[in-house]
């Protein structure tokens, strides 16, 4: 089974160095047909995002574009785009799970009474609200994969109890402050700019270093990789950007720089690399990375295999909601409190936006981490730069709506596209 996951450019040789290694122009050439197939990928998205960009850059020059409002779009984000990442997991097996901005205002809500109504010390505290949306995944997993209820059904069961849930921790209008320095950290306050810049040169490193032994390792097993030159383009891409945000985000950006100083990167920011970085590891580099995209891909086929699908889809609901807990926390540093609507709202459906804008696929198989962070991307300028503009809850909604049908259009056409080119 784990040789019928790969794609075929990762099927070794007999001989090592014996596989005919494509050119720059072939490797481009290939990428164009790609496209032309309809396996469009991410391109949508950052199409998208760049010509919003530069249409709020237009309309807003001196606002849109300040250091305070691009470190605030990160920060605004981050619940968002954790929950999305999550989700990449449960969609890539064709399921859903609608709970999953409610489960996050459980653990956010788990989190504000042991900290603080019963004053536990943050080493309890933090790993109970994690273990809290564990046991929620657990249970979802369960349900799904065991009793055979369809997820859809299960989730949106969860996602009323849940609402429930958190009126009963917290009661009706009730709010709980959190006022742990460390908690509160996560969302408002940064990294000192000579660390920042030491941090992300050593990740740099390593993600270059790792790149490069990578493509060298599989070349000398015979196996197909990009061009050099390919791959120098793509980290020197990545380099070139990770640079010009880290110098953005450790410039002042205080309104009073005189009375308070802001600068260096948020503190949510590596949080959330670390988790990406991770669970990209885990869909890629893995065994059962590849499983979750074999069971996505024909379920019935990787059971035959002998891969245990059931212990796959329980271990991706309790990643997602894991996820979710870790959104529960940055919500409720980034707004000091939790309330009764801790994880509703827009919350849910700007994540499972985030990720199908991103370019994860509703029919699962096809999907990356990445696609929720570019997606949230997308939506986070949505809503910070018609918010800029005056523009009421209710265009952005719309606006935003228009985004994920047209993200969904493109997944189902191009699918189309690609099972006619079959």
């Not at 790993?127 to 249970?139: A, W």
């Not at 926390?329 to 459906?349: E, M, Y």
Request: glycine content about 14%; charged content about 10%; overall charge positive.
């Amino acid at each position: 089974m784990s040789t019928s996951t790969l794609p075929p450019s990762a099927t070794p040789s007999p001989l090592a160095g014996a596989v005919q290694q494509p050119t720059f122009t072939e490797n481009v050439q290939g990428y164009v047909s790609k496209l032309r197939g309809g396996d469009m990928g991410t391109l949508p998205a950052i199409l998208a995002f760049l010509i919003l960009t530069a249409v709020f850059v237009v309309l807003k020059p001196g606002t849109f574009t300040s250091f305070l409002n691009i470190a605030n779009l990160f920060q605004q984000g981050a619940v968002v785009a954790t929950i999305g990442m999550g989700l990449v997991f449960v969609l890539l097996l064709g399921e859903i799970d609608l709970s999953a901005g409610f489960a996050s205002g459980v653990c956010g809500a788990v989190l504000a009474v042991a900290l603080t109504n019963k004053q536990w010390p943050l080493i309890v505290a933090l790993p109970l609200s994690l273990l809290t949306g564990v046991v929620i995944g657990l249970g979802l997993g369960l349900l799904v994969a065991k009793v055979g209820i369809p997820s859809f059904i299960a989730t949106l069961a969860a996602f009323l109890a849940f609402q429930g849930v958190v009126l009963l921790i917290i009661g009706n209008g009730g709010n709980i402050s959190i006022t742990n320095p460390a908690v509160l950290a996560i969302e408002n306050k940064n990294i000192a700019p000579w660390l920042g810049w030491l941090i992300v040169i050593a990740a740099l490193v390593i993600y270059v270093g790792m790149g490069l032994r990578q493509w060298s390792t599989r070349r000398n097993n015979g196996l197909l990789v990009a061009p050099l030159a390919s791959l120098i383009v793509k980290l020197g891409l990545v380099v070139v950007i990770v640079l010009a945000l880290t110098f953005i985000l450790n410039q002042e950006r205080s309104l009073n720089p005189l009375r308070t100083s802001i600068s260096g990167i948020p503190i949510v920011i590596p949080v959330i690399a670390v988790l990406a970085l991770g669970l990209t590891f885990l869909l890629n580099g893995t065994a059962f990375g590849r499983h979750v995209y074999g069971v996505g891909g024909n379920a019935e086929a990787t059971r035959r295999a002998g891969i245990n699908v059931a212990r796959v889809r329980i271990t991706c609901f309790v990643i997602c909601s894991t996820l979710a807990a870790c959104a529960g926390i940055f919500g409720a540093s980034r707004a000091t409190s939790v309330d009764p609507n801790a994880g509703g709202s827009n919350v849910l459906l700007y994540a499972v936006g985030a990720a199908v804008i991103g370019g994860t696929s509703l029919f699962g198989g096809k999907g990356r981490v990445v696609d929720a962070l570019i997606g949230a991307a997308v939506i986070a300028v949505i809503d910070n730069g018609m918010g800029l503009l005056g523009y009421s809850a209710g265009v952005k909604y719309v606006v935003t709506g228009g985004v994920l049908v047209l993200a969904a259009g493109v997944d189902a056409l191009s699918r189309g596209r690609m099972r006619g080119s079959r």
